[in-house]
């Protein structure tokens, strides 16, 4: 039986809106923004990133091409979200707090609740997305900006890491409800398919693009350098 999970009497309702029914939260301390605000707010503050962001990559590399110039806005999205909203759950328990970023998270957890209490693989996937792919992706950032030949490999261990923890997120949270029959989203549609599938779908689809791309040009870099130390070789025989 999960510690977490208390199994109220018939009579006995919920204090918060949270899934399953009768999960224990400690003092919980509910939001006081609305979902509007706190959508607002996050949307707001990723533009005020990224607006910047764009002005001083134009700035710095006007002949930057587009799709590069797009990875790298991607990459500073990353590294913000990661460091910043990753890295306060994973140093911060949201349930009780009142800060912006717990209220954030709390209004993220209506799908999927075991970000309120601690679950043991989502504060460990989070802390390890918090420290390494968080400033990796600043560096990568600034490696396409600057053209560094450390790009790629930077490129596909940021997004393999980004897949394979979104993986097993999605693979830990499946096996519970499979095994257990136990249901992290409230029932309405748009928590299950908005929050939980959609947003997290967004870092294994464009990883697995960025990742094919960084394997081809690496692929490609190595075959060209095989063929000079081949030509090489074959002049000095």
């Known amino acids: ?19 399953p029914l009768g999960v224990a939260l400690p003092g919980y301390i509910a939001n006081e923004l609305t979902t509007i605000q706190i959508l607002a707010i996050f949307s707001g503050t990723c533009a005020a990133v990224m607006l910047p962001s ?19 806005l991607w990459f500073i999205l990353c ?9 306060y759950f994973a140093f911060n328990a949201v349930a009780t707090s009142r800060h912006v970023l717990a209220q954030l998270w709390k209004e993220y957890s209506l799908s999927d609740s075991r970000y309120l209490t601690r679950d043991a693989f989502v504060v460990s996937m989070e802390t390890v997305t918090a420290v390494c792919w968080g400033p990796l992706s600043f560096f990568c950032a600034w490696s396409i900006v600057a ?28 096996l519970e409800y499979v ?10 549609p748009y928590y299950f398919y908005g929050y939980y599938v959609f947003l997290n ?5 464009i990883p697995s693009m960025l990742l094919w791309s960084s394997c081809k040009k690496i692929t490609r870099a190595f075959a060209r350098v095989q063929q000079l ?6 002049k000095i025989h």
């Open 1 to 19: 039986m999960n510690a977490n999970i208390v199994h109220p009497g018939a009579d006995a309702l919920p204090d918060h809106p949270f899934y």
């Open 54 to 72: 764009l002005v001083a990559i134009n700035r710095t590399r006007p002949d930057l091409p587009k799709r590069e110039l797009s990875t790298a």
């Open 79 to 87: 590294g913000c979200i990661h460091l910043i909203l990753e890295g």
């Open 147 to 174: 053209d560094h030949p450390a790009r790629h490999v930077l490129q596909a261990v940021i997004s393999l890491g980004q897949i394979y923890g979104d993986v097993l997120y999605y693979g830990t949270c499946t």
């Open 179 to 188: 095994v257990r029959a136990l249901e992290f989203s409230r029932p309405e």
């Open 201 to 205: 779908a967004i870092w294994i689809v």
């Open 229 to 234: 130390e081949a030509t090489r070789n074959g």
